[in-house]
């Protein structure tokens, strides 16, 4: 593929990241930092020479660090066994562990202070109490981001060839020797990138730490959201965004220098076929390891939400999501439902082709600088304040030719925005790793470019494809911190009608929030449990 | 001519890989690029499929400059080493995808593939997935893939590199069979002379990146062009030599050459069949190091005592002598070639 053609896939990507990122970011850190025309930068010393705000960097960054080591130590033998283990329900865990990821950052604060929290679940037995200590916020990182580790880096461990391991145990590699010398340089562009995810994901955390952070813990991004609509201080909260910009930038440059030379193309096989029964001592310990981690970790949360949603006779609280005079809405809190599967839809089909443009036109290995480049750029969306996009789109995009506060593709819009770096980067690896001969052998039978990549490429990576579309939908329907600012009263989403619910006082709204929780947690599975049908169905053959 | 490259070059970083090539393929030839790995042979076919672009020179596909045309737009085609079998396609689905990218309806793709598949002796594997097929049937998938879309021209990069010897033989007899009753017309590389001499009208031996020597295979059998061609080709009886008249001044003794060699200083090669063993008192005397049974002779390694270099000669199975027996040697003119 020529610089031309390439040049013409990524048009796509850099207009809609230009207008619906760039753009409306760029408009509001004008807004806080322009004071009659004059842009006033002595504020960025001001603010940061705060003692209070260095905390909160701080404190921002150690979190995120220990949230990503503690995610990665608990995560990467649950890849390895969803990797190469078979085992009874293996697809139906999969996706019961990717709920989480999906679930508003609110209610899964609530869901952990019921469990670790006064009067929780591990005071009742014990006495214990972790909501007053850092421990709470990392355990629920590591409930969230569990679902990257192992899809991204699982779903390229199930793909290498396990005979690579094997040739390096007939040299006289131990079975450790061989993992740490065969299958985990392998590995390490998917562990890079998983940890890549967690980080930012952690670095930007927001409802999570205001929820069990409590007055002592505070992250940028919560600090973003009071500054912006608490004491209304738009200027600190530009200063802070261009901070948390900054910080995310930096990361991901030493990111994409690190990594990029490490993927190297791979021989890729079935998944169907690298996966075994549990063979030894040590490997049905190690399943039962990760299915207690599973248990503990991830389902029981979930389990204290359902069963805080059935507290009511009768179902009660899921009776009261059909009334509309809750008081709560415009309309039916049950609408919301129906709202955030169109949002979601239109949202994944955006970034999927938004993402796939870029990925195929990034995928090359003689790809230029310029190219390269907008690789790592593709990855801002995750480390900005969703709190800023959400808040730039209500102040830029309210202007013809681009007025389009009225229009409901601004939600989706929004959400595919945080969904495309998910589609380039589970994409990413695995077009990288397709040989190139094969791309070749297909030229040289006459197939143009864009069939080359349409009958070499899409097959092989449609796998890839699936996970990236599966992830997509789901952080669209579980965005909170834009989808929040944007949605219109007659028409929230899920999340947004949970906050609401929870923001209001009473047993009623608190049982409503759990049960329509409860609804949203159910909504993702089905899609995800859905998304593992298609995707065993379907390989193999085009 | 079909095919005709001219100052073909390719550049690696500094080192040339293909170094001003001039060749030239006529149509229904079979030509056969033979060289040791590295010496820039399989760089010769990309740039002719278009998956290499030239640094210099030009490649020309019936008379037509090919300089801006795609891989996909040349109607060649290239079975690779390692066949690059589809792997998401059933056997049907590879040898029908040049079909497709034709345009061929359904009904003609199916007709093609069965008739191929026949024609390289996997009747009714249509539907058998890649994955489950043995070396030997994916190299002829991957002919039948190549040969589908009739290229006018068919390249085949080390067709049968990775298959067992038995097979080879037998493969490289019905390649050229098979090439001869289509007519078509290859140009096929390969590090195994004996592979070359099977299957080619023409063998080119490459070095470095250039042409060493070009012609039928007999001529390159019997008259290499330099001591690199030579050695190549499996024989290792090569000493300086000083020419004059009939006979050449060797490390080995005045030994007698054909009347009309080149004079002067140059490389002489004696073919093991001209070294002939007779009884110790005569010729050079020679201590017997090494046999190696070969079928249909024995090769017998020498060191000659006055400390010439080493001597292989061809000896029938039963005149063979034993290891570290010592023997005369005499040489056979009509078996010794002085190189250029």
Known sequence: MGNAARLALLAGPVAFFALFFAYPVAAIVARGLKVDGVWRFGRITDVLAQSDIRHVLWFTTCQALASTALTLLIALPAAYVFARLDFPGKNVLRAVVTVPFVLPTVVVGTAFLALVGRGGLLDDLWGVRLDTTVWAILLAHVFFNYAVVVRTVGGLWSQLDPRQEEAARMLGASSLAAWRKVTLPALAPAVAAAALMVFLFTFTSFGVVQILGGPTFSTLEVEIYRQTSEIFDLSTAAVLTLVQFAAVGVILVVHAWTVRRRESALRLVDASVTARRPRGPGQWALLAGVLATIAVLLLLPLAVLVQRSLDAPGFGYYRALTSEDGGTFLVAPIAAIGNSLQYAVAATAIAVLIGALAAAALARRDAGRLVRGFDALLMLPLGVSAVTVGFGFLIALDEPPLDLRQSWILVPLAQALVGVPFVVRTMLPVLRAVDVRLREAAAVLGASPFRVWREVDLPLVRRALLIAAGFAFAVSLGEFGATVFIARPDSPTLPVAVARLLGRPGDLNYGQAMALSTILMVVCAVALLVLERLRTDRTGEF | ?340
């Open chain 2, 1 to 340: 001519m079909l095919l005709s490259l001219q100052g073909a070059t390719v550049r690696f970083g500094g080192r040339a890989v293909l170094d001003a090539v001039d060749l030239a393929v006529a149509e229904h030839e079979i030509v056969c690029v033979l060289g040791p790995s590295g010496s820039g042979k399989s760089t010769l076919l990309r740039a002719v499929a278009g998956l290499q672009p030239l640094d210099a020179g030009r490649v020309a596909l019936d008379g037509r400059d090919q300089a801006g045309v795609p891989a996909h737009r040349r109607g060649v085609g290239l079975m690779f080493q390692d066949h690059q079998l589809f792997p998401q396609r059933d056997v049907g689905g590879n040898v029908a995808f040049g079909l497709r990218m034709r345009g061929a309806d359904k009904k003609e793709q199916g007709v093609e593939v069965r008739e191929l598949l026949e024609l390289v002796g996997l009747p009714g594997a249509a539907r058998r997935a890649v994955a489950g097929l043995s070396g030997g049937e994916q190299q002829r998938v991957a002919l039948a893939r190549a040969l589908a879309p009739r290229p006018r021209l068919l390249m085949l990069d080390e067709p049968l590199g990775q298959l067992d010897r038995s097979l080879r033989e037998r493969l490289v007899v019905e390649l050229r069979e098979l090439f001869g009753r289509l007519g078509t017309t290859v140009l096929a590389v390969t590090h195994d002379q004996g592979e070359a001499f099977a299957l080619a009208d023409r063998v080119v031996v490459m070095r470095d990146g250039r042409i060493a020597q070009s012609g039928t295979p007999l001529e390159v059998w019997q008259r290499p062009v330099d001591e690199f061609v030579a050695r190549f080709l499996g024989f290792d009886n090569v000493v300086p030599a000083t020419v004059a008249g009939a006979a050449a001044v060797t490390p080995w003794g005045k030994l007698p050459v054909p009347e009309d060699a080149p004079q002067g200083t140059r490389s002489l090669l004696v073919r093991p069949a001209g070294v002939r063993l007779v009884a110790a008192a005569e010729g050079l005397r020679c201590t017997v190091t090494a046999r190696t049974f070969k079928g249909t002779h024995v090769a017998v390694h020498l060191r000659p005592e006055d400390g010439g270099p080493r001597l292989e000669a061809a000896c029938a199975l039963r005149a063979a002598p034993e290891v570290g027996q010592e023997t005369g040697v005499e040489f056979d003119s009509t078996e010794i070639v002085v190189l250029g």
